[in-house]
């Protein structure tokens, strides 16, 4: 038979309709995302394809000769919005043919680009799998929509088709697919697509977040979590253990309510568990970290610009001081910085279970702070000792934290800077955790160096750090390396190819990378 499409539409559609008659629901499935086990709430519906032809009715034989029943064409007026997009052109005529493929409820949806576009033929815009709501139970799409989601699909536009009385949504991958579900489901429609207004709701969102930021920084200064722990209050009493105006912080909890930081019924206010963590007296409290983002971290981003247009530090634009010039000056911001960062605990306690640590030995926490990174391995292995490196300035936090441990015997404390003293030899393990995204290339190369001449051939290094993915975008890894660029002088976050190339030129070989919480990273190198 002489067909009147291009051979290789002939040759597309054919295997098209052989795969909608004889590729079960499960298999169809796993063409577009495979593994995942959806088969009981969906049916395979149709498979698209997009051809070029002289009119839609020019193809009618040839679907015919390929085992389609064809119904009337109509307007296909998502293919012809994409395509258009795609190619600069709003002249585009779009028409669908569906048909009917072996005798059952399956067919093929023929998107016809209509008119003198054969250079436009085999394109893939309008080929997708559909397939059909088997219910028209809402919790069971969301929850079909958002295991498509989970696994890598992208939303890609939908709508409601009037004439055949169905809610349609686009999924992009690898392969498209569309999914049906029956009758008109406008919220379903909101959450795949977004309210028409999303952009700017979305950039009222972002642009917002500084009002965010220093709102939990008042609610931490006031303390008002602490005064929460033992059960709900009203406005009138935490205005007066605060010292405030009642409307005005009923006004401020409300908006913290918002955020799901506090709960309201009524008057009364009570803990989330996401408020939870800003109580004082609680295990990986975020009190002081709130207190320092909303307040010395919160000026020194005001001077962001500064930093972008002269590559000078906007803290020691706005402090004028480096930042540990600056903690070391001023001890009551010293304490605020380590107990901030002491809220770092929660995932620091997994360190040590993730090493392969000796049972006895020395182990060297340089630039190690208040401690308690040094305290979690020496409870984990109770053969080992300790010592701790770090400037003098926070040499009581860490007496403190350590004295548990045997402070002065089992532990030792010494002061010293890195880039001028000797980090302590005969470590079989040193710990670096969170220094290295403080400074340069060769700054890093300096400290780098300074602990391979105290590290014996073979000996361990721990580097903990939040490595920036090499293959797609993550907040907090790029928010962090923002912030490292405003609150410092040389810092940087890194990927782990760089940090890798930091470790090998100063004397050390990455030997493997293992996650922890909160997208840190545990990088094992050895002294070779």
């Known amino acids: 038979m002489r067909f009147r499409l291009a051979e290789r539409d002939v040759r597309r559609i054919a295997e098209t309709v052989e795969f909608v008659r004889d590729t079960p629901t499960a298999e169809a ?16 519906a149709h498979g698209a394809l997009l051809v070029a032809a002289p009119s839609a009715d020019a193809v009618v034989a040839d679907l015919v000769a390929l085992g389609v029943v064809p119904r ?19 002249d585009l005529d779009v028409r669908v043919v569906r048909g009917e493929v072996g005798g059952g409820t399956r067919e093929l949806e023929l998107s016809v680009l209509c008119g003198d576009v054969e250079e436009l033929s085999g394109r893939e815009g309008g080929a997708h799998l559909a397939f059909r709501a088997i219910g028209d139970d809402d919790v069971v799409l969301r929850g079909v929509c958002g295991t498509l989601l989970d696994a890598g699909l992208v939303a890609d536009g939908g709508g409601y088709d009037k004439h055949e009385d169905v809610t349609v949504l686009h999924f992009r991958g690898e392969r498209r697919m569309e999914l049906i579900a029956p009758g008109r489901r406008d919220p379903l429609l909101v959450r795949h697509l977004g309210r028409p207004d999303q ?3 979305d950039m009222l969102h972002l642009m917002s977040g500084a009002w965010r930021t220093r709102s939990l920084a ?10 929460l722990a033992d059960g709900p209050r009203t406005t009138a009493e935490l205005a007066a253990g605060t010292g405030t105006v ?10 913290l309510a918002s955020l799901g930081v506090f709960g309201v019924r009524g008057d009364s206010w009570s803990l989330t568990p996401l408020g939870e ?11 002081d970290l709130a207190r320092l983002y909303g307040g010395m971290f919160y000026r020194s981003f005001s001077a962001l610009e500064h930093t972008v247009r002269t590559g000078g530090s906007a803290f020691t634009h706005v402090f004028g001081a480096d930042p540990f010039d600056h903690f070391a000056a001023n001890p009551a911001d010293a304490r605020l910085f380590e107990s901030a960062m002491a809220a770092a605990t929660s995932f620091l306690r997994i360190v040590p279970g993730v090493l392969d640590l000796p049972a006895e030995g020395v182990v060297v926490d340089v630039a190690g702070g208040d401690g308690h990174l040094l305290g979690f391995v020496l409870q984990e292995r109770p053969g080992l000792r300790g010592v701790l490196f770090d400037r003098p300035h926070v040499m009581d936090s860490a007496r403190a934290v350590l004295a548990g441990h045997g402070c002065g015997e089992r532990v030792g404390l010494v002061a010293g ?5 000797p980090v302590p030899a005969g470590g079989a393990v040193y710990l670096l955790s969170r220094i290295l995204h403080d400074w340069d290339d060769e700054r890093c190369a300096a400290i780098l160096a300074n602990i391979r001449s105290a590290a014996a051939p073979g000996s361990t290094l721990v580097v903990v750090e939040r490595p920036i993915p090499e293959s797609r975008l993550e907040v907090l890894p790029l928010a962090w390396d923002v912030h490292m660029m405003v609150n410092n002088v040389h810092g940087r976050e890194r990927t782990l190819g760089e940090y890798r190339d930091l470790l090998c030129a100063g004397g050390f070989e ?5 996650p922890l919480p909160l997208d840190m990273a545990v990088l094992v190198a050895r002294a070779v």
């Open 29 to 44: 499935l796993d063409a577009v995302l495979p593994g995942t086990d959806l088969a009981r709430h969906l049916e395979f």
């Open 199 to 201: 952009a700017e709701r």
């Open 218 to 227: 008042v609610a931490a200064e006031l303390g008002v979590a602490d005064l």
């Open 72 to 90: 009337e064409s109509s307007p296909n007026a998502v293919v012809r919005g994409r395509l258009a997009r795609e190619l600069g052109r709003d």
């Open 417 to 421: 800077d890195f880039f001028v003293d």
């Open 246 to 255: 009642p409307d005005n912080l009923r006004r401020l909890l409300r908006f």
């Open 277 to 287: 963590v800003l109580r004082g007296d609680v295990d990986g409290s975020q009190r």
């Open 510 to 514: 990455l030997v493997e990378s293992r």
